[in-house]
């Protein structure tokens, strides 16, 4: 089966669905976590930072962040954000997410703009350095 025709047949099927789970190895757990939850409205659905391997596990709608504590020992290229990534969220909403980080207090990369593609987004860091796009949703 080619490849076009092998993706017609899977790529639509209810029972192949996606989510999306990212997982993340920043130095202060802390922060990154407060982040997730203040400024973007994760909740905490696993908390073992009190164990020797520091987790947190969080989520809003189908999007899930893990966050690994990174030894501060350890060589510092270890799992650090890669160049050239970006995470995209698309919600339902961008302007009220958008003054949702405004109102937290947490600074944009890039305010609201219109793109060229013709979707509506904004950016930013989030404490690891994780670059963040957040969209509206493609078709709304």
């Known amino acids: 089966m080619d490849r076009r025709r092998h993706c017609e047949a899977t790529c639509d ?10 997982e993340i190895f ?3 757990l802390d922060t990154v976590v407060d ?6 409205g994760f909740r ?4 073992e930072r009190d164990d020797p391997e ?11 962040v893990g966050a690994l504590q990174r030894d501060p020992s350890g060589h ?17 909403d961008v302007a009220a997410e958008r003054n949702r980080v405004v109102a937290s207090g947490w600074p944009l990369e890039q305010d609201l703009q219109l793109r060229p ?5 904004f950016r930013i860091l989030d404490p690891a350095g994780y670059y963040l796009r957040i969209t509206d949703r493609a078709g709304q």
């Open 44 to 47: 905490v659905t696993k908390d």
């Open 35 to 40: 982040f997730y939850v203040r400024v973007l």
């Open 54 to 64: 520091a987790y947190v596990a969080m989520q809003r709608g189908s999007v899930q």
């Open 26 to 28: 920043p130095q202060d």
């Open 117 to 121: 593609w013709g979707l509506t987004d």
């Open 13 to 22: 099927d209810p029972g192949m669905d996606m989510t999306l789970r990212f």
């Open 76 to 92: 510092p290229a270890d799992r650090c954000p890669p160049a050239g990534v970006e995470l995209v969220l698309e919600v339902d």
